[in-house]
């Protein structure tokens, strides 16, 4: 019995260690990068060319004489 205690007791001793190898793994999580989009340069020009479209189209207006008449 002394010998089967004695072995059982050398391999608990030899493998135990080797279980505790890598110690504990810590996992971080990363937080999300944050993406910040950038306003557009040319946001002014559609607008801008759109009311010069409809200020020339209210200014010119119709020309057509027998309209009137």
Known sequence: MTKIA???LALT?????VAYAGGPV???E???PE???DSPRSGW?????VGLVLVCAIACGD??????Q
């Open 45 to 49: 020009i559609v607008p801008v060319i």
């Open 63 to 68: 020309d057509d004489e027998t309209a009137l």
């Open 35 to 37: 993406v910040v989009a």
């Open 26 to 28: 810590v996992v971080e």
């Open 13 to 17: 001793l030899a493998f135990t260690p």
């Open 30 to 32: 990363e937080g999300m």
């Open 6 to 8: 004695a072995s059982i």
